[in-house]
């Protein structure tokens, strides 16, 4: 059992910049995958960033890519989620996951994780 737990969310203006973080249970974290989702309200939960167990290799959405950055501090057993120049469009909540088995991975789809935090609010006002 992993148990993830975020934090960082909350309200900034277009343009704005915010760090999320997502602190992990457990004592092989280094060897996890992790990711970042988010999901607006009505709609489907979606890919945002995720990082192999190493750091060494990341994946982004396109929707994301050169304004977010995914990385890790395995020493604290934490996952980050830096979120610069964001657009009301980036407004969702926003969850992060843990891949136990394929810590080579760097993952878009939801079912390849397999724990998931509670998650925490970000919204962008124009």
């Known amino acids: 059992q992993v148990q993830l737990v975020e934090s960082g969310g909350g309200l900034v203006q277009a343009g704005g910049s915010l760090r999320l973080s997502c602190a992990a249970s457990?004592?092989?974290?280094?060897?996890?995958?992790m990711g970042w989702f988010r999901q607006a309200p009505g709609k489907e939960r979606e890919f945002v960033a995720a990082?192999?167990?190493?750091?060494?290799?990341?994946n982004y959405a396109d929707s994301v890519k050169g304004r977010f950055t995914i990385s890790r501090d395995n020493a604290k057993n934490t996952v980050y989620l830096q979120m610069n120049s964001l657009k009301p469009e980036d407004t969702a909540v926003y969850y992060c996951a843990v891949d136990i088995i394929r810590g080579w991975s760097t993952s878009r789809i939801p079912v390849d994780y397999d724990y998931w935090g509670q998650g925490t609010q970000v919204t962008v006002s124009s």
């Open positions: 990082i192999r167990w190493s750091g060494g290799s990341t």
């Open positions: 457990g004592r092989t974290f280094s060897s996890y995958a």
